[in-house]
């Protein structure tokens, strides 16, 4: 038996819309550029309403592991590609990706949100 090891790092992207069709991004997106997500549903409650949504995790994978005293950014990359993949295709305003060291919004709105606004 063999075994490999890369130092934890993940990205993951928060975004409302249909999960079937989240996961078809995601399948598609893999296939192009050669990754693995976990995609799990999730329900985003927030003053005067909720949506049902995903969250997709990208993990520095022991199988393709990026060094990330080289490159970190090779995840938050795809990561960010991914997010707008899933933002148009899904047909969404905004998503947030969220690692270890930080959140980003983004969003294609005129106007930044006020505090209360949905994501």
Same mark, same amino acid.
């Given at each position: ?47 005067? +309403? ?17 060094? =990330? ?26 998503? =947030?990706?969220?690692?270890? =060291? ?13 505090? +209360?606004?949905?994501?």
């Amino acid at each position: 038996m063999d075994s490999k090891v890369a130092s934890t790092y993940w990205n993951r992207i928060y975004i409302a819309g249909d999960y079937d069709k989240a996961r078809d991004v995601c399948r598609q997106f893999c296939y192009k550029v050669g990754l693995c997500v976990n995609v799990t549903k999730h329900a985003y409650i927030y003053t005067g +309403g909720e949506e049902d949504g995903v969250m997709v995790e990208l993990i520095n994978y022991p199988r393709f592991p990026v060094d =990330l005293d080289v490159d970190r950014n090779e995840i938050d990359e795809k990561g960010y590609h991914l997010g707008v993949m899933l933002k148009d295709q899904l047909c969404q305003d905004s998503f =947030l990706i969220m690692t270890p =060291l930080s959140t980003i919004w983004v969003t294609s709105r005129d106007e930044p949100a006020s505090s +209360g606004d949905e994501t």
